[in-house]
């Protein structure tokens, strides 16, 4: 079995854990911590931005001292103590701190297993190794959410009943990683240390634009809100996140594919105007089949650029810099994802439940026309 399946797998089952909880933490901790959009807004950005500098630092170190499938063990493994926490958690601030370290775990981890499926794949084939990953990583999610669905029709304390059946796919998808093999390319006395100097001048321009489009691009946790906010039972928000990630799981391979063939630029640039139209599409909906549409385009968006995205890192950067570049870019994308948060929060608090999602899908167009312009000359990407 190859390492590219194999870490698809980690991940499908991983995702299975993280989407059986994720989803309902907004309602968990509106309902019974009583804590509102601000606080949570708070909760999910300090979180994904630790997640985001911790990203920045594995993947450097990675670089130089090589060591991924350990670095990736261990991020894997801090993981799945969260849920543990959140089970005997009664306060919002231990949600916080199961939080924290869910998140730097997935820091430690993904640099060093993004950069091992860069060096399991051909060249010629980056995109589509990059969209299998993310179609299975999708797919663990809407299981996941699927899971949660079921458990939550039981009826009874649903929520420690997730919290305890989501610790079975963690230590799954924990299991499965050990049969990786990192590959050593580079010996240790031979690599250059990575630095932003260096870096291609259209990637430089990139990752800016990048940042802009995560400050609009707040957690997934205020699409949840404002599905509950448009009268949507917890069951019904959670089923219209299940459909997100179906799509964005069954296009992620052929979106890698199709990229590349005939380029990452044209897919990227549609993809953050699709996000741009979900997002104004959500803050002015008012009825349930809107939602429905909205959230399958949510998932044509995700499968033609998380993937994608990173096959364009590669695409840019010498080999030795495989996962300090893939760590930078997954910081820079996530560091705005503490100020995203917190601005949706104090926007929807302040202004309305539209505002946060009028002003991500507004950061969204200038991001598609901003790429198109920095990435029109390169050949390489069409």
Not at 242 to 264: E, Q
Not at 272 to 287: D, E, Q, T
Request: aromatic share 12%.
């Amino acid at each position: 079995m190859s390492n590219i399946v194999l870490l698809g797998l980690v991940s499908l089952f991983t995702d299975i854990s993280t989407e059986m909880v994720y989803p309902i933490m907004p309602l968990y901790l509106s309902a019974v911590m009583g804590a509102g959009p601000a606080i949570i807004g708070i909760i999910e950005g300090i979180a994904e931005s630790i997640a985001s500098i911790i990203k920045l630092f594995s993947g450097i170190i990675v670089d130089r001292y090589g060591h991924k499938k350990r670095f990736a063990i261990f991020g894997y493994a801090s993981s799945t103590v969260n849920k543990i926490i959140i089970l005997f958690s009664t306060a919002w601030t231990g949600v916080l701190i199961a939080r924290i370290i869910d998140r730097f775990g997935k820091g430690i981890r993904t640099a060093p297993r993004d950069a091992m499926i860069a060096e399991s794949a051909d060249k010629s084939r980056l995109g589509r190794a990059y969209g299998l990953h993310k179609g299975l990583d999708l797919l663990g999610t809407a299981i996941g959410i699927l899971l949660a669905w079921v458990i939550l029709s039981l009826g009874g304390n649903e929520y420690k009943k997730i919290f305890i059946f989501s610790l079975i796919p963690a230590l799954i998808g924990l299991t499965f990683l050990f049969f990786v093999k990192d590959k050593k390319l580079i010996s240790a006395g031979n690599r250059i240390a990575f630095n932003w100097k260096n870096l291609d001048k259209r990637l430089k321009l990139f990752l800016i634009f990048i940042f802009l489009f995560t400050l609009g691009n707040s957690s997934n946790a205020f699409i949840l809100l404002r599905a509950y906010n448009a009268s949507f039972s917890p069951r019904g928000a959670i089923m219209l996140y299940f459909v997100f990630n179906m799509t964005g799981s069954l296009l992620s391979y052929p979106a890698g594919s199709l990229s590349d063939k005939i380029g990452r630029k044209n897919l990227l640039c549609t993809g953050y105007l699709l996000y741009g139209i979900v997002y104004i599409g959500i803050a002015l909906a008012s009825n349930s089949i809107t939602f429905i549409a909205l959230f399958v385009i949510y998932g044509f968006y995700t499968a033609m650029t998380a993937g994608v995205e990173r096959a364009l890192i590669v695409d840019m950067v010498p080999p030795e810099h495989k996962a300090g570049a893939l760590g930078l870019h997954a910081a820079i994308a996530g560091i705005g994802l503490l100020p995203a948060s917190v601005i949706a929060g104090l926007l929807w608090q302040w202004q309305g439940h539209s505002a946060p999602f009028l002003f991500g899908g507004t950061l969204a167009f200038i991001t598609s026309i901003g790429v198109y312009v920095i990435l029109n000359k390169y050949d390489v990407l069409r």
